[in-house]
């Protein structure tokens, strides 16, 4: 099932102040929502089947909510894409009569670049083989493709990706690097291994500071490397494009 066309859809959200908004979907801008609160209620409780938590994201210098370790996966990978401005949990609820019947969705995310709003759902494979979540998701990521948003169902990634990002998302907080050392270290990498600019560095500064700047570069994307190959002291480093 699609949103059909000239399909009316309303957007609920609860601003900052704690106030719930009722907005149409053709009215709504991905930066009116940008600072939404969560719509679900957040909750644990024993025996519970997910994951629950809070992420401090370098991008919103804040914690973002998750409701499992797949869309914590998700996330991490949000917070580390540079081109992303914004990210949001449950940033609203999707609200249309379709068939005499009220349809209702609640997105994981919401990211923003300054461009066209992503929404995201988080979806484990498996799931995506009931008809109800197929039909909900074709539902909602119709009508929000009509809008003009960009929409995405993901699954997982390349565990290897995965796992050199998760790895650099122990180094993502700023506050914890002396920038002469981060500076020093974005001229000394470039074309070098990981190792060889750990050497170099450490003539001047303690090795123990040297790798964490290092890799909190390649968190913020000031070098790059092949993350489809698990770092280690031999990956080479390049100069940010």
């Not at 709003?117 to 909900?136: C, F, W």
């Not at 929409?151 to 990634?157: A, L, N």
Request: hydrophobic share 45%.
């Amino acid at each position: 099932m699609v949103a059909a066309e000239g399909l009316t859809c309303m957007v609920r959200f609860r601003s900052p102040d704690k106030v719930e908004r009722v907005v149409r979907l053709d009215d709504v801008r991905g930066p009116d929502l940008a600072g939404a609160l969560p719509w679900r209620q957040f909750r644990w409780y024993r025996g519970q089947q997910h994951f629950s938590g809070f992420w401090w994201s370098s991008t919103m210098g804040d914690h973002v909510i998750y409701e499992s370790r797949l869309q914590l996966a998700r996330l991490i990978l949000a917070d580390f894409d540079p081109g992303v401005e914004a990210i949001v949990a449950q940033p609203f609820r999707l609200e249309s009569v379709v068939d005499g019947h009220m349809r209702q969705h609640i997105p994981d995310f919401l990211l923003l670049d300054g461009g066209r709003p992503q929404v995201v759902n988080v979806k484990p494979r498996e799931s995506l083989a009931n008809p109800k979540i197929r039909n909900t998701l074709a539902w909602a990521h119709g009508a929000l493709e009509q809008r003009g948003w960009a929409t995405e169902v993901w699954s997982g990634t390349d565990p290897v990706l995965l796992a050199n990002v998760r790895f650099l998302a122990g180094f993502r907080r700023p506050a914890l690097f002396d920038p002469q050392l981060l500076h020093a270290a974005a001229e000394a990498a470039v074309d070098h291994g990981v190792g060889d600019t750990e050497a170099a560095l450490s003539r001047r500064w303690p090795t123990v500071l040297v790798r964490p700047a290092i890799l909190h570069l390649l968190w913020q994307g000031r070098l790059r490397t092949d993350l489809s190959r698990l770092l280690d002291a031999d990956t080479i480093l390049r100069a940010a494009r």
